[in-house]
């Protein structure tokens, strides 16, 4: 073998290798940022379910207590009735 076709085999076998390590560092970044993505939708979900849960939790405390119905409120193994001071008078 000469020392050209020597040199063109270790030049190929370079590129070869190049470019397999670009096309596993590309399929590395798509992977992160594939779940990236997906776990911000996850959490967009969890967080718009939480803010739905809380405002309906609230308008249902507001139109109980604007009809003067008192209002049971339970936490763990606490539990409080609330009642609308306007409807006391």
């Not at 076709?5 to 992977?31: A, D, R």
Request: glycine share 2%; proline share 2%.
């Amino acid at each position: 073998m000469s020392r050209k076709s020597e040199k063109n085999t270790k030049t190929q076998i370079f590129l070869i290798i190049l470019m397999l390590v670009v096309i596993v560092l590309s399929l590395y970044i798509f992977y992160d940022k594939y779940t990236q993505f997906q776990n911000n939708i996850q959490t967009q979900a969890y967080t718009a379910g939480y803010r739905q849960g809380v405002i309906d939790t609230v308008v249902k405390i507001i139109d109980s207590s604007s009809e003067c119905r008192p209002v049971p409120v339970f936490y763990k193994n606490t539990s409080v009735t609330l009642v609308n001071i306007n409807c006391t008078q």
